[in-house]
């Protein structure tokens, strides 16, 4: 079994910052990709930025030079630093963690952080 939970959302003023947190536990050999998604209510759920074993990042373009993703491989953990935030940035933040079950890699996810941001 895998649980994935996401963390540190929470209500900010438009230009503030939060740190979101997601821990991946459970049976766990490896993890390849973690990465953070959004879904703002009536949107489609959009990637905002992911993250390989060996730190390679990619952002989306809403996001470049604000959100910063990391991780720390020992705690299966992966982080979303936001900066400069925007009313536009207030969605649920869910992570996603490919993880090493059997012989393939799976992706798992959590229930997701609410973050809101005022203008």
């Known amino acids: 079994q895998v649980h994935v939970v996401e963390s540190g959302g929470g209500l900010v003023q438009a230009g503030g910052s939060l740190r979101l947190s997601c821990a991946a536990s459970?049976?766990?050999?490896?993890?390849?990709?973690m990465g953070w998604y959004r879904q703002a209510p009536g949107k489609q759920r959009e990637v905002v930025a992911t993250?390989?074993?060996?730190?390679?990042?990619v952002y989306a373009d809403s996001v470049k030079g604000r959100f910063t993703i990391s991780r720390d491989n020992g705690k299966n953990t992966v982080y979303l630093q936001m900066n400069s935030l925007k009313p536009e940035d207030t969605a649920v933040y869910y992570c996603?963690?490919?993880?090493?079950?059997?012989?393939?890699?799976?992706?798992?996810g959590g229930r997701g952080t609410q973050v809101t941001v005022s203008s």
């Open positions: 459970g049976t766990i050999s490896r993890i390849n990709n």
């Open positions: 996603n963690a490919e993880v090493w079950v059997g012989t393939m890699y799976r992706g798992y």
């Open positions: 993250i390989t074993t060996g730190g390679s990042t």
